[in-house]
């Protein structure tokens, strides 16, 4: 179950990463660096993301429920690259017409939903053997 920390800490370095992106794009410019920041809202939505993934996997390790282990990767991988979606979206004008970022952004999808519903169903099932 560790791997939720894991996953949680990398979640917390691309959080300070992109929270120092744009504090330098938008009110340090740096000559360049500003321009590479395409969609300034979007790399806002990767930076909200990242911070609730990493809040989730923390939240996760710490309910004092044992997870399956391979929700645990999901989540911990899912968690990490699902709001990666949204940073690439930020750099690429043109992120959501190419196949491959279609193809990673489904498959990031698949693999969060899995971990996330496989921890939901841990979570129902420890409450209801423990429902006195």
């Known amino acids: 179950m560790e791997i939720l920390l894991i996953g949680s800490a990398a979640c917390m370095t691309a959080l300070i990463t992109t929270a120092w992106l ?3 794009a938008k009110w340090f410019p740096i000559a360049g660096l500003d321009a590479l920041v395409i969609d300034y ?3 806002i939505r990767a ?3 990242y911070a609730m993934m990493a809040g989730f996997g923390v939240a ?3 309910s004092g429920v044992e997870l399956p282990i391979v929700a ?8 990490f690259t699902n709001p990666t979606v949204f940073t690439i979206a930020a750099f690429d004008p043109n992120f959501w017409d190419k196949a491959i970022w279609k193809i990673y952004t489904a498959a990031t ?3 969060t939903s899995v ?3 496989w921890i939901a169903y841990a979570f129902v099932g420890h409450a209801l053997r423990h429902w006195a």
């Open 22 to 24: 744009m504090t330098l």
């Open 41 to 43: 809202k979007t790399m």
């Open 47 to 49: 930076h909200i993301d």
């Open 60 to 62: 996760f390790y710490g």
């Open 72 to 79: 645990c990767w999901c989540v911990a991988v899912g968690g």
């Open 109 to 111: 999808f698949v693999v």
């Open 115 to 117: 971990g996330f519903l």
